[in-house]
């Protein structure tokens, strides 16, 4: 099976979990799938995406070396949002080393100011609860964000913010 063959096709939930059985465990395969995620044209990108995120909610330590990767996707401001929103869920399976912390954080609060849609800001605050969590400082950062943006939220927004404030506080 070649995923970048797949990935060329519209992606349904089945194709999505053969790639995942088929990157398992294998650093080789996951670096193809990066691969297609980076060089791939605009479709395969995001079906790309997808996928990652699977494999990385299952296997962590794959991630390890395409960290910098990523965050370039989440830095670059013409990143389409599906793209934005898995590579965000994605990060919420990670402990994300210290070196990126600073510009995750950037890009988490600043999809939590802007104009995003509900589940880009959603794994964004994930995001940055898990890091506050070892960094006290950003706890101050992310209450008034989330208890300000409250009144305005909706379900979805409501019923995690709610969720991340208890567990800031």
């Not at 965050?71 to 994605?90: C, D, G, H, Q, V």
């Not at 794994?123 to 409250?150: C, Y």
Request: charged share 20%.
């Amino acid at each position: 099976m070649n995923p970048v063959e797949m990935l060329a096709q519209p992606l349904s939930r089945a194709k999505k979990d053969k790639i995942v059985r088929y990157v398992g465990t294998s650093q080789q395969r996951f670096d193809e799938l990066m691969r297609a995620l980076i060089h791939g044209p605009y479709g395969a990108t995001q079906r790309a995406a997808w996928a990652l995120s699977y494999c990385v909610e299952s296997h962590p330590g794959l991630l390890g070396k395409h960290f910098n990767v990523v965050i370039k996707f989440l830095e670059n401001p013409y990143t389409s949002e599906a793209l934005k929103r898995n590579l965000l869920r994605t990060l919420q399976f990670v402990k994300i080393p210290t070196r990126y912390q600073g510009r995750v954080v950037d890009c988490c609060l600043a999809f939590l100011r802007g104009k995003e849609p509900v589940a880009i800001k959603v794994f964004a605050m994930t995001v940055l609860a898990d890091l506050a969590q070892r960094n006290s400082e950003l706890k101050n950062e992310i209450i008034p964000l989330l208890t300000a943006q409250l009144p305005y939220g909706s379900a979805g927004f409501v019923s995690r913010a709610t969720r991340v404030l208890k567990q800031l506080k």
